[in-house]
Every structure is written in C-alpha cells, then in structure tokens.
C-alpha cells in the first residue's frame, strides 16, 4: 500500500478518513502485532544483557521499517491511529519490556517522514494521542513524546509541531488541552519530572488557553487538593514560561491566586482542624505556592508604599525557595522626582523589601522579567540582590554586567544570561576579568546563554562565536583555578564517624584512618580548593526553547538534583500511611545501632522510641542515654529509616563512641559495646539490624569470636542485617566488619549516585547492592533551617535501605493480617505468616535483587512501587487498598522465598 501524501495525514487530524485509510472496529491488527514483537525484541534484549550476550540494536528499527506504511495510515473506525493505540496502553497492564517497546515505538515513529502528523490527530471522542495518554497514565507514552529516548531535536520539532496545530489542539475537547489534563490528573501528581516535560512541550498559546470553566493550566496547577510538594516546581515553571497567565481570570472572574485561595476546603480553614500528615503536607505547599503567587502577580496598578501596606501582615520563611517577579512597574507618587522616573527599581524594591521589611534571609532561586526598554540598570540588580545568597539567577535583562554578577555570585550554582546578540558581549562575559572570576566561589554548575529571537547583532556566524566564547571561558576558568589559593572550607560535610577496635583494656589497635558511620570524604582544604571549581556545563538556547528540552528531556534546572529514587518512595510512602494499620499485629522493628538518636528532633516527632545505651562514662558506672547522639550521625540514619518506613518502631542501640586520635572531628566506635548491642537486637526480637559503619577486622581473636558469635546468634534468629561499605574506593580493605563476620547473611551497602552508578568512593565489586547515598537532600535535619542538608555516603545509603526493607516488611505483615480473613484469600495467592517470618537476610538480597532488574546493582525503585499502585490505594476503598499492597506483597514474595 502506497503511504498517502501530507495533506491526506493531515485530513486524518480533522478527522476526516482519508482515502486509502485502513478501517477496522478493534485495534487493528498490524497495530497488535508490531507492539507484540517489539516487546518480544525487547525482553530478548533483556536475557542478552543478563547472558552478557551482545544485543542487535537495529532489531526495532527494521521492525518499524518494515510496517512504517500501515502504521501510518491505518486507522480504527474510533479513527484512532498507532500513537493512539500506543498512547491507549494502561501503565499498570504493562510489562516492564511492554512498556520499553511502547517508548522505543513512539520515539521511532516520530522520525518517519509525516510521523509528527499522527499527534494531531483526532480520534471520535475528540482526543489527541496526548490526551489518551494522560487518560490512561501512561507515563511511558509521555516520557518518549518529552524526553528520552527521543532525542532533543526530536522533542524540540514536537514542540513546533504542536504549535503548528494550534487549529486542532485548540479545539478539540473543548474543556480542556492535553495540558490542562495533565495538571488535573492525580496520577502524574507525584510525577515532578514528567510534568515539567510537559510543560516545556507545550507552546505558549497552550499555558494561556482556557477550559470550559475558563481556567488557564496554571488555575489547575494551584487548585489546593493538588499542591503536593511536587507542585511547586511545576508552579514556578508556568509562572516562568508565561507570567502574563496570573493577569487572566476564569469564569466565575477569579485570578490564578484567587482560584487558589478560594479553592481550600471550608473544613480545612482552620489550621488546627487536621492533623493528618498528607493534610499538613497539603498545607505546607500551598503555603509555598501562595506565597510565590503574591510574588509573581503584578501590581501595576498601585504604588510601591501602597505594595508594602497590602502585604505587611505577610510572614515569609527566612529561607525562600524562589522569587519570581513579573515585569511590575509601580505607579509612581506624584512626590517622585522626574530623575527618578527614569530610574527603574520596581523588582529592586521588592526583593529589599523582602530581606530587610521581612527579615527573609536567604532566596535560593531569583526570576525577574525585564526585557522591556527600560530595565533595571546594574546597579540596581546588583542592590537588590546583595545579601541574598542566591543559587540560581535568571534575571531576563540583556547583557548583564559580569562585574555585577561577580559581586553577588558568591553562591551562584546556575546562571541564566540573556544575551543582545553582540558578539563584544561574548568576549566580555568570558575573558579572565569576566564570569571566569566566579571561580574563586567553586559553585557555579551549569550556565544558559539564550539568543535573542530577533536581533541586528546576531552574526552569521554565531555558530563559530559561541563555539569561542566556550574555549575561552573554559580557559580563563581553569587559569582561574590554579591561581585560586587553598581556602579551608567553611565547615566539614558531616561529622564522621571513624570504628576503631578496642582492646579489653581499652587502648585501640585500630588505624583510625578508616572512615565510617558517616562515611562522608573528607578532603583536605588545598583537595577540595582543587575538585571544586571545575568548567560549568554551558548551554546555549533559543528564547523560545525551552531549558528542559534543551538538556534532555525530562531533567529539571533548579535545586539540588533530588533522586528519582527517594521521590517515587516518598510517593509510595505517602500512599501507604492511607491504609489503617492492623491493630492485632505489631510493627516490624528496626534496631538502629548508632551514636545514639535526638529523639526529639521534628523530623521523628509522632512515635515514642524505645532503646539501650551501651555508652558508659570513664567509670562504667553510668551510661550515656540512646536518646542523645553525639554527633548527630545516628538522628540522621534514623530519619532516613523513618522517611522509608513511616510506621517501623526503631529501636535505638547506643554504642560508645570516643575522638579520634588522629582527628578529634572523628569519632571512633568501642567495637566491644558495638557486639553488646548486636545481641541486645537479638534479644529484643528485633527484625532487622541497621549498622551504618564498618570496622577492620579485630586483630584480637577473643574480640574477634564474640562479634562472630553475635552475628551467628542474630543469623539464627532470622534477622536482616545490613552493613555500610567502607568507602574507601578501589584502595579499601575488604575485610571490614560486621560484613566480613558472615558475607552470606549480612548485606553490604554502597552509596550510588542520582544516575544510578556507583559514587567515586565505593568499590563496586564489594558491595551486595547499591542505593541512593551520595549528596541526599534530607529536609529539616537542622532545627535552624527549613532547607534541610544535604548528606553524603554509604552509611545514608544503608539506613535508606534498611528503611526500604522494613517498608517491604511491612507490605506483608499488613496482607497476610487482611488475607488471613475467609473473605479475602480467594482473589490471589495466599500470604501467611512463614513469609513474613521466614525472611532473613538471604531473602530479602533475593527481594532487592528483583527490585534492581539488572547487574548494576542499583535498586530500581519505579519499577516495583509504581504510580499506578499509589493511584489505587489512594483512590480505593478500603478492601481495594489492601488488595493492591497484597498484590505489591505477592511480587517480592516470589523473588524473596
């Protein structure tokens, strides 16, 4: 069949059949039977890389080849073509290999020739294939049309695409675009990522178009049921893209933040009437949100003194998160000056209102729109924003001065400069005296350079000048570096933890070298003034283009790059304190052998802690109480252990700790009290054993026997035990303790970085797996700061999979108490009470080795506790819930037993 000309696709998106269009009532078959192949080539795929077999990368490829004519003309009598039935797949239906060939499909079909043509088109229920996939969440369908495994240039003619179609998108589903149902879909609420792709795919037009209530994207984006933490970034990319969308109003003549306010329950008005934590976390963001609203909606129509008396009785965090202002011009006082006048301060004034009126600290992120004709001078930004500490600056004025950026850069991570199109500009920003100087700082990661759309300036060979501004700016940065001299660092990561053997006598026999609890690198001030400060990554962008397709999809610019890992279980784990716990059945309990734990910090208010002290002063006649740490290392393990695992009852085992000889900002563990607290676990029944250090091998074999013996004791009672690696990199000693007391039943941990791969410091080859550990952004650690710290290491690493072993412990203590009542054991395979005892550490290495579906190491986290299960036990009833945490139970039951 010859494959239809242009016009005969685009007659497919009126909905029009073309001619030589294949009709068919169910999906048709070609279409069936190309995604079963592809799903074919990519589990053979799969057993290849398992076999270290080497894959055919061109199989899906000649695949789509060989049927790119019927994929592109066929059409059901829905008039659904292939990205519809592609787009139509439930994610929670799908196989893992399923929906790798559903991303592939859709990346390749969207480089056939006319191939973009399918998206607009329109099906009998008036849906695009993007609206089919939001309908049916399937992520996978979304993930391939935003980001990868299409490449940028691919997402980027999508995005043209779509603008280009404006005729269909803007009237098709006359409630709402594609758009509009991905803020409104419960599903992709907890999907961060996924959601800032989407926006950046949608052309401008699209964030100011309104559905049947007249409501703009960013009026769904701010309804209150909706402000998860997630929203927040997803709040300020709209404001970002389209500023102009707060000054729209919907039906009922509600701004965005009217729509807002208006939207919170009457019955949750008072601040006092709900305790639930997803309520408070509700409360805690749309607080975020409504604040970055009052900052971004313009106020054109008053004056500066009238501003600050509207908002007086306005309180801000001492930290914000992001400052976005819109191009406000205040109305002048009658009283101003002409000088004046011409002077503009509307955003300077702002922001000082904001540090000195407010007593705001710190603005981690600083948008400000200032493209008119007249915009703030640098002398003004550089006033505005001096004291500030910001980390990410995106304040959209032409050729900014570098001087000015040097002068308030100090904690500049990412850098956002619009360039007029002179190519003096270029040579200014990156010769030595320019941004190079920001080297003295060792912050700045990543710098975006965005093209003026239209401009006399730009040159014909902008290609070759950017290429220059590059080199050049790479090579004063590194000349910079080396003249830069050796300044200590403010303060350590975190304070570290160093195990040293003692003796009976307790003099120590240990090299105190090796570092532990924490397992944090610390380098020395002239190291660290060295591997600071290398090159920023540099982007240059259009002014339409958007930041997120320009550096790969689905990536984010803003804050500390948060794990995948820890936001889908922060997701699972919110979903999961929904379920009402079983009163005939205890919690699994979790002993956290420590430093001890402040039983009183925010983070582990709500649960009372039991524990022991095996820390006794120089007499031994008194002991050191579990409920203090003495360096907070153990409040941080169990913090994460709680976050994993919100309904686990830790244990606290305090062991002793003493300064380091070498380092007093060490400290080294009384390994003697370490073996007491093993068989105190024991003792208390304790389920799993959490240890986020390691030890050399005693050199003393009476030391050494006991510390074997506590570990066997422990092995025989059927408890999990989990170790940190040593982080001593390819040079450490792999004969550390307590892994090394029993290889088999104790199971070594490793800190991996956000993209999965082993930290620098970890040796790969003598860990059992890796999990998220390297630079962990943990919320509220300091009482002092909202911020939280961010923490480093494999000791992070282990408490976060010891609170993932709990958590899974818990998903089947609770379906066995549900399944073990006559009415619900006859839907699936029966759970009982051998499963939940019977898990020792050899099980639950089966457990995560089915979770990381690889040989990586990596526990693959989205795999398993997917959105689709959060979805139903959120919006189920009560037996709905139980049965979807029972069918999540049944999967690790099969690689765990």
Request: glycine fraction near 4%.
């Amino acid at each position: 069949m010859s494959r239809p000309t242009s016009p005969q696709l685009v007659s497919i998106a009126r909905c029009e059949t073309p001619p030589n269009a294949i009709l068919s009532n169910e999906p048709p078959h070609c279409f069936k039977e190309v995604l079963r192949k592809a799903t074919k080539i990519e589990e053979n795929n799969v057993a290849r890389n398992s076999q270290n077999k080497k894959k055919d990368p061109n199989a899906l490829k000649k695949l789509v080849a060989q049927n790119k004519d019927e994929l592109l003309t066929t059409v059901s009598l829905q008039k659904q073509n292939f990205l519809h039935f592609l787009a139509s797949k439930p994610a929670f239906d799908m196989s893992t290999s399923e929906g790798f060939a559903v991303q592939k499909l859709v990346a390749r079909m969207l480089l056939q020739p006319d191939g973009l043509e399918l998206l607009l088109a329109i099906d009998n229920n008036d849906n695009t294939p993007l609206h089919t996939a939001v309908q049916y969440s399937n992520h996978n369908f979304l993930s391939a049309v935003s980001g990868p495994p299409s490449q940028a240039q691919t997402v980027e003619q999508v995005r043209r695409t779509i603008e280009r179609g404006k005729g269909q998108w803007a009237r098709c589903r006359s409630r709402s675009t594609f758009l509009h149902e991905a803020l409104a879909s419960r599903t992709l609420l907890y999907n961060e990522k996924l959601v800032l792709a989407l926006i950046a795919l949608a052309p401008s037009a699209m964030l100011r178009a309104k559905d049947v209530h007249g409501q703009t994207p960013l009026h769904l984006a701010v309804e209150y049921s909706m402000c998860t933490a997630q929203r927040i970034a997803v709040v300020k990319a709209l404001i970002a893209r389209k500023p102009s969308v707060l000054e729209m109003t919907d039906n009922k003549k509600r701004s965005v933040y009217q729509y807002h306010v208006l939207s919170k329950p009457e019955s949750q008005n008072d601040a006092a009437s709900s305790t639930i934590s997803g309520d408070l976390d509700i409360a805690e963001t749309a607080k975020e949100i409504k604040d970055e609203l009052i900052l971004a909606t313009r106020s054109t129509d008053m004056t500066y003194e009238e501003f600050k008396k509207r908002w007086s009785d306005y309180d801000f965090e001492a930290t914000l998160k992001y400052v976005s202002i819109a191009n406000i011009k205040f109305k002048r006082d009658k009283s101003v000056s002409q000088v004046t006048k011409q002077s503009r301060d509307d955003a300077t004034h702002i922001i000082r209102w904001l540090l000195t009126h407010k007593k705001v600290k710190r603005i981690l992120n600083v948008t400000v729109d200032d493209m008119g004709s007249n915009y703030h001078s640098n002398e003004s930004i550089e006033k505005a924003l001096k004291g500030a500490k910001v980390e990410i600056l995106d304040w959209k004025r032409p050729d900014l001065c570098p001087a000015t950026i040097f002068k308030i850069g100090s904690n500049l991570r990412e850098l956002h400069l619009h360039w007029g199109g002179n190519n003096a500009i270029l040579r200014a920003w990156s010769e030595a005296e320019g941004l190079p100087m920001l080297a003295q700082y060792g912050n700045l990661e990543r710098m975006f350079i965005i093209r003026p759309k239209n401009s006399p300036d730009l040159s014909s060979r902008r290609s070759e000048q950017e290429k220059q501004f590059n080199d050049r700016l790479w090579s004063n940065w590194k000349l910079a570096v080396s003249e830069r001299p050796a300044t200590p660092s403010k303060s350590l990561p975190d304070s570290t933890l160093v195990a040293s053997t003692q003796s009976e006598g307790g003099k120590s026999s240990q090299d105190e070298s090796l570092t532990l609890v924490n397992q944090s690198q610390v380098l020395e001030p002239h190291q660290r003034a060295k591997t600071s400060v290398k090159p920023p990554k540099i982007y240059h962008i259009d002014e339409e283009a958007s930041v997120e397709s320009t550096i790969g999809g689905n990536g984010h610019t803003g804050e500390k790059d948060q794990h995948r890992w820890i936001q889908c279980m922060e997701d699972f784990t919110k979903a999961f304190l929904q379920i009402k716990q079983p009163s005939d059945s205890s919690s699994v309990q979790v002993a956290l052998i420590d430093d001890g734990v402040d039983t009183t910090n925010r983070l582990l208010q709500g649960k009372t802690y039991y524990g022991r002290s095996f820390a006794f002063n120089d007499s031994g006649k008194r002991n050191y109480p579990y409920w203090m740490s003495d360096s907070d290392h153990g409040t941080i393990m169990a913090s994460f252990i709680r976050k994993l695992c919100p309904t686990a009852n830790i244990y606290i085992i305090k062991v002793a700790t003493r300064q380091g000889r070498q380092n007093s900002n060490r400290l080294t563990i009384d390994v003697p009290s370490a073996v007491e607290a093993i068989n105190h676990a024991v003792d208390r029944g304790a389920k799993i054993i959490s240890m986020s250090w390691s030890v050399k091998r005693p050199a003393d074999e009476g030391l050494r026997q006991r510390f074997n013996n506590a570990v066997q004791r422990a092995v025989d009672h059927n408890t999990i035990m989990l170790c940190a690696s040593s982080d001593q990199g390819e040079r450490g000693n792999d004969e550390t303790y307590p892994h090394d007391a029993n290889r088999a039943n104790i199971i070594r941990i490793g800190a991996a970085t956000a993209t999965g791969n082993n930290a620098e410091y970890v040796n790969k080859n003598n860990i059992d797996f890796l999990f998220p550990g390297h630079e962990i952004f943990l919320k509220g650690s300091k009482p002092e700061t909202e911020l939280g710290d961010v923490h480093k290491g494999s000791s992070v690493a282990t408490a976060i999979a010891s609170g993932l072993a709990a958590l899974i412990l818990e998903c089947i203590r609770i379906s066995y108490v549900w399944m073990s009542k006559p009415e619900n054991c006859g839907s699936m395979e029966m759970i009982i009470d051998k499963h939940f005892e019977g898990m020792d550490s050899k099980a639950m290495k089966a457990v995560f080795k089915g979770i990381s579906m690889s040989e990586s190491r990596y526990i693959w986290v989205w795999e398993t506790f997917t959105a689709s299960i959060c979805e139903k036990i959120i919006d189920g009833g009560s037996d709905d819930k139980y049965a979807a945490v029972a069918n999540l139970a049944n999967l690790l039951l099969k690689n765990g037993l």
